[in-house]
């Protein structure tokens, strides 16, 4: 384990954690159900991709770091679809009201 | 106190509170929703037992099938619920409360007359490991040293499903399992239908593969592959088989039967029911492996499809 | 290094227990929804970060396994048990 990993999972581990505290920061905040959902899957998203990318100079092979990043990419792909999802079920159910 | 403690007070405290809301609330659809979480919460407990096994059972089974069971159920539920609003008399409530309680109590005193150090065969699962060269000690318990158990489990879900299918209308019998579903084929459920499955068989095959040395085995892989199987059924793309097709009544058999097969070799060429000759003892486990993600797979898959419902080019 | 990973681990599962109180409050079943996808980020990252804590590699594959599985919930959600998905679709749903 170098130095200069340690250096970046710290930075970036950090980083993400902040994130993860903007998501909920946000989520506690925000006054309606779309922009809460925003806050949820664009903030945590970024906080994963950032404990992932923290997490690749301690991963002990290569295929973990593939796998890692491999989390995060379908993290991206279901934050994205969920959001669209659930607001449209929102929307719908506003409209229906 | 280290912070490694502080963590697992945390954690627990997590997952009892949202155990508790699930528990209060009152509206079923929530529970549903708390509880689906709560599953994945566990996963994380397991996870720092170092049962990750388990864990990944957990996350397998309670993400996606036991999750779209459950929250479907609760969904149609509330639709038809008019007539379940009123309230149980009081001598209801209170034989449910003691009934509750002394469920508690004596749980509580069982836990606490453990004997301590616990009664473990775990030292000989790990030291007779070399019987079927297989390093994780879960798939060896399972496939070998209680291999009878895992074969009547499977049994189990071929009874399940047949009883699934027995509530089928008489009209209906030999048709497809559950309702044609329907999307938009431009929408985000159909896009998300088309990526992931690809990925998700990858995964499941893999999750398969690496269960001989580390955590993970048939049925988790199964449970992944069945929800990539549900997730192409929801989104239209795919349509499940009439029940009448032998193909879908070979694959439903498999596992079992090949389970049977070599049990009764090994009873007519080994030493015991389902005893495995040593230097084969590996590819034969593989083999049944495959055979039972098969059947697991398409069990699952249809144990949430429901019963046959419509006939052919309906 | 294992003391901040730790606590990067502890804090994260806070900040998802915060979340959750907000979420399971209401007041639609959409926000209840989101607590699902809630758990699916933070969860993974939790696990991720537990698994090199632990020096347990295998956290990566449960992790995994939640990643791939993530949008299930949310999809049984917005199906409602029906065969048809009306919420969803190019088409825009704005009242008229």
Same mark, same amino acid.
């Given at each position: ?28 905040r ?28 301690q ?39 | ?31 549903t ?109 399972l ?21 699934v ?49 580390h ?14 199987w ?79 419902e ?5 | 290094m ?26 639609g ?25 632990a020096?347990l ?13 993530? =949008? ?17 679709? =190019? ?6």
């Amino acid at each position: 384990m170098s130095l200069l990993g340690d250096i970046i999972t710290i930075v970036a581990v950090s980083a993400g954690a902040f994130f993860f505290l903007a998501g909920t920061v946000g989520l506690l905040r925000f006054p309606d159900t779309l922009t809460r959902l925003h806050a949820l899957t664009k903030a945590d998203n970024l906080g994963l991709g950032l404990v992932v990318l923290g997490l690749l100079p301690q991963a002990a092979s290569l295929r973990d770091g593939f796998k890692l990043v491999s989390i995060w990419l379908l993290g991206l792909l279901a934050g994205a679809t969920v959001s669209q999802l659930i607001a449209r079920a929102a929307r719908q159910g506003e409209s229906a009201r | 106190m280290s912070i490694a403690t502080i963590f697992e007070i945390v954690l627990a405290a997590v997952v009892l509170g949202l155990g508790i809301w699930t528990i209060v609330v009152r509206e079923t659809y929530s529970a549903t929703v708390g509880f689906v979480a709560y599953g994945l919460l566990v996963a994380l407990i397991w996870v720092r037992l170092d049962a990750i096994d388990v864990a990944l059972t957990e996350a397998a089974i309670g993400g996606g099938l036991g999750g779209v069971l459950l929250l479907g159920a609760a969904a149609q539920l509330r639709d038809s619920e008019p007539a379940v609003t009123d309230a149980a008399g009081n001598a209801v409530r209170v034989c449910a409360a003691i009934l509750s309680a002394l469920t508690a109590a004596t749980l509580a005193g069982a836990v606490l007359v453990l004997p301590d150090p616990a009664p473990t065969l775990a030292p000989a699962a790990v030291s007779n490991a070399w019987a079927t060269s297989l390093a994780n000690p879960v798939t060896n318990v399972l496939m070998a040293f209680r291999a009878m158990d895992t074969m009547l489990e499977k049994v189990v879900l071929l009874l399940a499903i047949i009883g699934v299918w027995s509530l089928a209308p008489d009209s209906a019998w030999g048709g497809h399992p559950g309702p044609r579903h329907q999307a938009d084929p431009h929408g985000v459920l159909v896009f998300l239908a088309r990526l992931l499955p690809p990925i998700g068989i990858v995964v499941g095959i893999y999750v398969l593969w690496t269960g001989a040395n580390h955590p993970g085995g048939a049925f988790q892989g199964g449970a992944i592959l069945a929800a990539m199987w549900l997730l192409a059924i929801m989104a239209g793309l795919a349509d499940t088989p009439p029940v009448s097709s032998r193909r879908l009544r070979l694959i439903l058999v498999a596992g079992p039967g090949l389970f049977l097969v070599v049990g009764i070799a090994g009873l007519l060429f080994g030493s015991a029911f389902l005893s495995y000759p040593p230097a084969q003892a590996k590819p034969l486990i593989l083999a049944i492996e495959v055979a039972m993600i098969l059947t697991i797979a398409a069990t699952l898959g249809l144990l949430l499809a429901g019963a046959p419902e419509r006939r052919t080019g309906q | 290094m294992t003391e901040f990973l730790t606590a990067a681990v502890g804090f994260i599962l806070a900040m998802l227990a915060l979340g959750l109180v907000s979420i399971l409050r209401g007041p639609g079943d959409a926000d209840r929804m989101m607590a699902m996808q809630l758990i699916g980020t933070g969860g993974i990252a939790t696990l991720l970060l537990l698994g090199t804590v632990a020096s347990l590699p295998a956290a990566i594959d449960v992790a995994l396994t939640l990643a791939l599985l993530a =949008t299930f919930a949310s999809i049984a959600f917005v199906k409602k048990g029906l065969s048809s998905l009306d919420a969803d679709g =190019t088409a825009p749903t704005e009242p008229k």
